[in-house]
C-alpha cells in the first residue's frame, strides 16, 4: 500500500497533449513564418509574380500588423539572400544607437538587474523601456534595399497591401494575444498610447469565452503602412513620416532625431560562410551577430561522431561546444545572461527559381520599449539594452555604436558550391536562437532527418557557459549524460514559458521547397505556393 502521507507532487505539466505541425511541399516556393497570416501574405506576392524578396519584404510588413510583440516598423534585423547562381549576400539593418545618445544618461544603480540581459541596473530602467531605449530603427530601411537590390520590381501597392489590410482588420483578440499582452502589461500602462490601444479599460483584452474572437485597432498603424505605400519607404527617413517620428520622439525626451532617421541606410555585404563537417557550407550574417560564436560551435560539433544519430555523446559533446563557445563570446562582455522573454520573429522564404531569403527581424524584449510612438502607431525597439550600461566595457553605451546581437539568418549550401541553396533557417528566441539553429541544421544535414521530423525533436538549450535546459521528452540516457557534465534543467517545452528557441526552416531537393514552421508557435505556418 502506498504512503500518502510522504506523497510528493509531481512537476506541474503544462499541456498534456501531443502537439504536431504540417510541413508544406512545392515547386512554386514556400513561406515559413511564426504567423500563417504573414506567410499567407508571402505566398500572395509569389502566386502573383513575386520572388522570394517581394515575398519576404510583404510578410515582414505585414509581421508588423499581426505579431506587433515580436517586430515591426520600429525594429532592426538581418537578411540572408541567396540567389542561384550567385553568392550569397547579407542585408544588414542591424541596431546602432542615435548619433545623440549620452552613456551619462543611463546612471547605474550599483546592483544587477534580471531582465532580458543581467547587465549591471540602471536607474529608472530607461536603457530597458522608454524613449531612452530606443536605437535608430532601420526595419523599413532594410525590407526597402531587400526588395529593390533583390526583388523583381513589384510595387509598393502589392508588396504592402497585405499589411494594410490586416491593420485595418485589427489585432486577433485570442488567448494567444492576451498572454502576449499580459507579459508586458505592467510596463505598456505607463505610457499613454500603449496603454490605449494595448489594455482597453486598463486591462489586456480578454478574448471572448464563446465564439469566434473579434480584433481591436492598432492605432494609427494602417495609415502609416498606407502613407508608406503611396509616398514610399523612404518617407519613414526623410519626409512627412519621419517628422512625425521624431516629433514623437522629441516630446518624450528621447534622443533619436531626425538627422538619425535621415542617415540610416541598410547595406549590403558578402555573407560569411562556416565549413559544416567538410559537407556543406553554412552561410551566415557575420560580424555583430551570432555568427562567430557559432563558427565556434561548429568547429566543435564536426569532431564529433554522427554514425549513431544524435545519441546520449552527441548531446553531451554539442552542450560542451555551445559552453565553451558562450564563455568565450562573453570573456569580454560581462555576465550578460539572458533572463526574459526575447521579442523577436523569423521569416523564410523560397521561390519557385530556388531564391532563398532568410530574415530574422526584431524590437529585442517582448514589445520592445512598450512605447508606441502616437502619430504613426509604430511600436518602438528597446535595442539599448543590447549594450552593457558599465561604461568603458567592450560593448558599452557610445554615439553611433553597434551592439552584439544573437540573430543567427543562415542559408546553406553544398561543399564547394556557394551558387546552389539547399537550405534556409534561422529562429527567435534571444541567445536561445544558436542552439535551435544548430540543431535544426545537425538533424537535417548529419542525420538526414527531413524538416518535418527535424522541427518535433525534441532539443535542448545552452544560453551560457554555466549549464543547460533539456526537453523532458529527451530520453533518460541522454539527460543522465547531460547531468554528468554540469548544471542541468529539465524542462517542459510549451507555449509559455518559452524554454526553447522557434526555428524555421525550409529545404530544397529536386526542384520541390519542404518548409516547417515552430511547433510550439500557436500562430505559426509554412505555406506553398501554386506553382
Known sequence: MTDLAAYAPPPHTGQHWALSKPAASGKGGVVA???????????????AGGNAADAAVAAAFALAAVEPWNSGLGGIGFAVVHRPGAAPLVVDFGPVASARVDPAAYPLTGKWKQDLFAWPEVVGDVNIHGPLSFVIPSSVAGYDLLRERFGTGMGLDRLLGPAIALAERGLPQDWF??????????????????ARIYLPDGLPPNPPYQGAPGFFPMGNLAETL?????????DFYEGGLAADLA??????????????????????RPATPIAWRGTHTIHTAGGLTAAPTMAAVVAGMNRLPVEEGPDAAWYRGFARAM???????????????????TCTTHLTVTDGEGMMVSVTTTLLSSMGSRVVLPRTGVL??????????????????????RPLCNMSPVTVTPAGDDTNPVMATGASGGRRILASVLQMLAFTLDFGTGPEEAAHRPRIDVSGPDGVTADRRLAPNILDGLAQDGALEVVEHAVLPVNFACPNLIAREGGVATGISDVMSPWSAALAARA
Open 380 to 401: 518602438m525597439n528597446n535595442g539599448m539594452m543590447w549594450f552593457d550600461p558599465e561604461p568603458g566595457s567592450a560593448n558599452a553605451i557610445r554615439p553611433g555604436a
Open 226 to 234: 498606407t502613407r508608406l505605400r503611396d509616398r514610399g519607404l523612404r
Open 177 to 194: 494575444t492576451l498572454l502576449k499582452v499580459s507579459s508586458s502589461a505592467r510596463v505598456l500602462r505607463l505610457y499613454e498610447e500603449s
Open 247 to 268: 516629433a514623437d520622439i522629441a516630446a518624450m525626451g528621447g534622443v533619436v532625431d531626425a538627422a538619425d532617421l535621415a542617415a540610416c541606410r541598410a547595406t549590403v
Open 33 to 47: 513564418s511564426q504567423s500563417r497570416a504573414a506567410a499567407e501574405a508571402g505566398v500572395a506576392v509569389l502566386e
Open 323 to 341: 559552453r565553451d563557445a558562450y564563455a568565450e563570446r562573453l570573456a569580454g562582455l560581462g555576465a550578460a545572461k539572458e533572463t526574459a522573454e
